[in-house]
């Protein structure tokens, strides 16, 4: 989810700043006994935080089953034949092309940034070239660094390197010069860092290169630079020698915008440099950089959601219906859209928007890659998907061809080349294991690498079912099981159901989802659901839209929907459900526990959000007004407050018993509202409620893939004894 580090000092944007109308608000969410548990590295909060996670590490480590579940899921992490994620980047000298890769696994737990020719890529046993060893680096510096990716300039000559100390949102930007490619000149400076290059400290910055002696990036610059939602509001222009407190400012928004960045496409068709201005967490102004600094707003509409550049035309979906200049109809909702940005800027020509694809009421545009010759996207219809080539024709027109892939699972285009024809997307299902198909060019796409399966899905199935929720709407959910279960069968049920995120069907070792339930749920005889809910994105901008702010509660509906239908259905029975979310979901998960706590006997709540009341006040919570309301004006309160589970969770009511899951350097929803829930449950005498939170990982299930399976390990464990699965 897009859901900082944040001081215990700075909770309060400024009371000042909420005006009359949020103050009497303020003061009332301020009150509170538990919020000693904000000061995130305190002593006291700290103390408070290692008491609970040797409780629950005592309990669920000690079971038979952890070590069992533990090693499974490692090794699934850190198979040698997981499809390694490519990016394109092309040698222009040789006119060779190549991937690069962020690669971890048992011999390399921090990771390796490394690179092979594409030719060697599709091959069974790549040569890659290491560019970066994360845990040398590591251990040289006395860090512990995760990688958050790299921006290279023109030619690749020079590197601008993400590094965040335990995963957090907050990074450093460090200047690197990589190894040279094979055969190629040795660069022009010395490999390895950079001495008094493009360097910025620990903040939530944003840097990429406009040239290669040149950056735009946006940082903390010192008090007043920063949005509301602590993010950057200013950009600059910093050139090669110049001191940073000398680079030019380019953009300056205000402190009640999201943020604003940079976004640099570069190609054969030239550079495009954007300014990307966030008016909400959904809506957005683009300027283009000209030459001389200035900028110049481009007639984008505010819902754009940009994919990148396909000779010249920005690709951009829409979030809202939207007539373009000149135009007879609206554009739909989620539609797929072309703008020739560099004709319109270098020629000063009249704006012109071409439509690619509409999606209908039962289907979305999901993944999208847009290279030299066509825009490759994802189209799911019915929470399944298919591949799509859009390639731009002479006479100004587009043509849409439906690539040749499986059927009844999701597709993912990874990545399309600039410099060239290529293109690589995924097929996988719950039961089918990723492989990687190569298109662009002549012919149908090559299927080039698989995954070996981690368990045995023959004797298992995969069925789609739909239920009516309390509006009448139907939801959709997928029931992975083997053949034959019904009755009292142990399930687990997941969902999401925020930020337009869609939940398609993966394949068992995506770390952000529950993982190697195959081998440690499946196998054993439980089930899991997955549900489509509301809020998601499923169905496109509208499926999201249905649930924002007033609305929320649909989304909440939707997953009791589901919950209910497996207990009718006789698939199950009450006693043996428990229900899995994670960022956003700790707001479902925890909703639906003080609502419906008849429905689940367990609730496992990763790194939640919880307290409604409050959350705009630490971390990034004050760029998801827009998702859930603002707490600080008396008509939206009003509805948040009647959901809120840290409000509505009572001493005299029986709940489901409850795992909560964090990371202490969570700087994006923070650790504060998993602390906080626990002991207010904790305080009024609940039974069953445990705590566990980790020093690394960020917003995420752990920096490591010992870290991931630490942190899967204790929930599988828990939801089996809950549960009753063997």
């Not at 907050?170 to 001495?195: D, N, T, Y």
């Not at 996207?377 to 006479?395: C, E, L, M, Q, Y």
């Not at 969902?495 to 939940?503: P, Q």
């Not at 790194?607 to 007004?625: E, N």
Request: charged share 20%.
């Amino acid at each position: 989810m897009h859901l900082a580090r944040f001081a215990f000092g700075r909770f309060v944007f400024g009371l000042a700043l909420l005006g009359a109308a949020g103050a009497w608000a303020a003061e009332a969410v301020e009150d509170d006994p538990n919020l000693w548990l904000a000061d995130i590295h305190g002593e006291k909060a700290l103390a408070w935080v290692k008491e609970r996670n040797a409780k629950s590490e005592a309990l669920l480590k000690s079971d038979p089953r952890y070590p069992q579940f533990h090693d499974m899921i490692l090794k699934s992490l850190d198979i040698k034949d997981r499809i390694p994620a490519a990016s394109f980047d092309h040698d222009d000298a040789s006119g060779v092309d190549y991937v690069t890769n962020f690669w971890q696994d048992a011999g390399h737990v921090r990771g390796l940034w490394r690179r092979t020719t594409l030719a060697d890529y599709e091959t069974k046993a790549p040569h890659w070239q290491t560019l970066l060893d994360l845990d040398k680096l590591d251990a040289d510096e006395h860090e512990q660094f995760v990688w958050q990716g790299a921006d290279c300039a023109p030619k690749d000559e020079i590197c601008l390197l993400r590094l965040s100390p335990g995963g957090g949102d907050a990074a450093l930007f460090r200047e690197f010069v990589p190894a040279p490619k094979p055969g190629a000149k040795s660069p022009r400076r010395p490999m390895g860092f950079v001495k008094r290059g493009f360097e910025m400290k620990l903040a939530k910055s944003s840097a990429t290169y406009l040239d290669a002696h040149s950056i735009l990036f946006a940082t903390d610059f010192g008090p007043g630079s920063m949005t509301k939602s602590s993010y950057p509001r200013i950009v600059k222009l910093w050139r090669e020698g110049q001191k940073m407190s000398d680079a030019k400012t380019v953009f300056e928004g205000t402190v009640d915008d999201i943020s604003a960045r940079p976004q640099v496409y570069r190609g054969p068709y030239g550079t495009i440099p954007l300014i990307v201005r966030g008016l909400t967490f959904f809506t957005n102004e683009y300027r283009y950089v000209l030459p001389d600094g200035s900028t110049m707003k481009l007639p984008l509409p505010p819902g754009a959601n940009l994919q990148g550049v396909t000779q010249g035309n920005l690709i951009f979906t829409l979030r809202d219906a939207w007539t373009p200049p000149g135009a007879d109809k609206p554009f739909a909702q989620g539609s797929l859209v072309a703008f020739p940005v560099m004709a319109f800027v270098k020629q000063k020509m009249q704006a012109k928007f071409t439509l690619l694809y509409t999606p209908d009421e039962h289907s979305t545009v999901d993944s999208i890659q847009p290279g030299r010759d066509a825009v490759y996207a994802s189209i799911f219809t019915d929470v399944t998907g298919t591949v799509h080539a859009f390639r731009p024709n002479k006479d100004g027109t587009w043509s849409d061809a439906r690539l040749a892939a499986p059927t009844g699972g999701s597709t993912s285009v990874v990545s399309a080349n600039d410099d060239g024809p290529q293109a690589l997307f995924t097929y996988e299902s719950f039961l089918v294991p990723p492989t990687l198909y190569a298109a662009g060019g002549k012919g149908a796409p090559r299927a080039i690498k698989s995954q070996a399966p981690l368990f045995d899905a023959r004797d298992m199935v995969s069925e789609q079912h739909w239920v009516t929720s309390s509006d009448g709407v139907k939801v959709p959910y997928f029931l992975i099981h083997k053949k034959g279960l019904k009755g009292d069968v142990p399930t687990i049920l997941y969902s999401y159901g925020g930020f337009e995120l869609a939940l398609t069907p993966w394949y068992w070792n995506d770390g952000h989802r529950p993982i190697d339930t195959g081998q440690v749920w499946l196998s054993r005889g439980g089930a899991i659901a997955v549900a489509n809910i509301r809020g998601g994105g499923e169905f496109g901008p509208r499926w999201h839209q249905a649930a924002l702010k007033a609305n929320r509660q649909k989304a909440f509906d939707d997953f009791a929907a589901v919950a209910k239908d497996l207990e009718d259905s006789g698939f199950t029975s009450a006693a043996h459900v428990g229900i899995v979310g994670a960022s956003n979901g700790g707001v479902l998960t925890t909703v639906t526990m003080t609502q419906h706590p008849e429905l689940l006997r367990a609730v496992v709540c990763q790194r939640p959000l919880v307290d409604m009341l409050r959350y705009t006040r630490y971390g990034a919570g004050a760029s998801w007004v827009d998702e859930y309301g603002d707490p600080d004006k008396p008509e939206e309160r009003a509805y948040i407050e009647k959901y809120s589970a840290y409000q509505n969770v009572k001493p005299d009511v029986t709940y489901p018993s409850i795992l909560f899951i964090t990371e202490t350097s969570d700087d994006r929803v923070t650790p504060i509202w998993a602390r906080m829930m626990a002991r207010k449950m904790e305080e009024q005498g609940h039974q069953g409620v445990l705590f566990d939170e980790s020093f690394e990982g960020g917003h995420g299930p752990g920096a490591t893939n010992k870290a991931q399976a630490d942190m899967w390990a204790l929930s599988y464990v828990y939801l089996a004894r809950e549960l009753g699965l063997n």
